[in-house]
């Protein structure tokens, strides 16, 4: 076997896609789940050269398996040196890569390829750009072009523009937005009014969209607002260059993706929407 492909057992839509492209896929569940995943491979003789290891980023791009995040954090490391590294030298694994949205496109992301590297001693890859669908065939991730390692990452891809070839006649104003998803707690939900929604959706290029099925972001904040009796939905992806709203259309299971005009005023702006947020959080504990 030259590569094994391991997938966050998270139960979403867009996860879901990638298994039904992927023929070899094996669900894990966080640092634990991936040590008895491995575990189980070492006992069966399986040599390797290839871990992938498939799930959605967080920002600024940290790769997450369940809820466990690879990240630049030493205790990452840590637990990735005693308890996967022995498991990746009996395997004879040469590369780990981290195939989630832009694992590699940010300073702080590539810092954890670089942690993460050392802790494993072996060449680990991220992605420069959002991933989808379209980077899978049948026998795994196929677009081995965008992956490049932490010291490797100066020109960094457009990471949203690979996709404009893509592009539909529809627009936001098309959509009869609605919330979309089940929605949980332990999302990050940041209810506003009406009028703090069209303020951030003016900073949204709403003149044409996409659906993508299998894009692997966790959004970093998912707006909700009540319009006309319905409870409306927008999904802030990663660093603000793409947004999702979830509407009536028939191919819209997955939503549908806008660009972003202004990605840095789009952030600037949430985050004096959110101090407030965080201001009451802390005085509660």
């Known amino acids: 076997m030259s590569r094994l492909s391991l997938i966050s057992d998270s139960k979403d839509r867009e996860l879901d896609t990638i298994r039904r492209t992927v023929r070899t896929l094996e669900p894990v569940t966080g640092w634990e789940g991936l040590v008895e995943t491995l575990e189980r491979h070492v006992q069966r003789g399986t040599r390797v050269a290839t871990l992938d290891l498939i799930g959605h980023s967080r920002d600024p791009g940290f790769l997450m398996l369940g809820s466990w995040a690879l990240d630049d954090a030493q205790q990452t ?4 040196s005693l308890s996967v590294r022995p498991l990746l030298d009996a395997l004879g694994v040469i590369e780990l890569r981290l195939l989630g949205c832009s694992t590699a496109a940010t300073d702080r992301g590539r810092a954890a390829l670089r942690r993460i590297s050392l802790a494993v001693r072996r060449s680990v890859y991220g992605t420069r750009r959002f991933l989808s669908k379209n980077d899978y065939g049948p026998a795994g991730f196929m677009s081995d072009e965008i992956l490049v390692g932490p010291e490797g ?3 960094i891809l457009d990471r949203v523009g690979f996709f404009l070839g893509a592009a539909t ?3 936001l104003e098309a959509i ?3 919330a979309g ?3 949980t707690a332990d999302q990050p939900l940041l209810p506003v009014n009406e009028i703090k ?3 951030i959706l003016a900073f949204v ?9 299998g894009l692997l972001a966790e959004p970093t904040q998912i707006v909700l607002w009540s319009q006309r009796n319905t409870i409306c939905r927008l999904e ?3 660093d603000g260059q793409v947004v999702r709203g979830f509407g009536a259309y028939p191919d819209d299971d997955h939503g549908r993706l806008f660009r972003v005009r202004d990605p840095d005023g789009l952030t600037r702006y949430l985050d004096a929407l959110l101090r407030p947020h965080i201001a009451v959080r802390a005085r509660r504990t």
Do not use: C, F, M, Y
């Open 197 to 199: 929604a069209a303020e």
């Open 205 to 213: 290029d709403g003149s044409r969209s996409w659906v993508l099925p």
């Open 169 to 171: 006649s529809v627009p």
């Open 236 to 238: 802030i992806l990663l």
């Open 176 to 178: 009869d937005l609605n």
């Open 77 to 80: 490391a840590g637990t990735l």
């Open 181 to 183: 998803p089940r929605l």
């Open 153 to 155: 990452s100066a020109q």
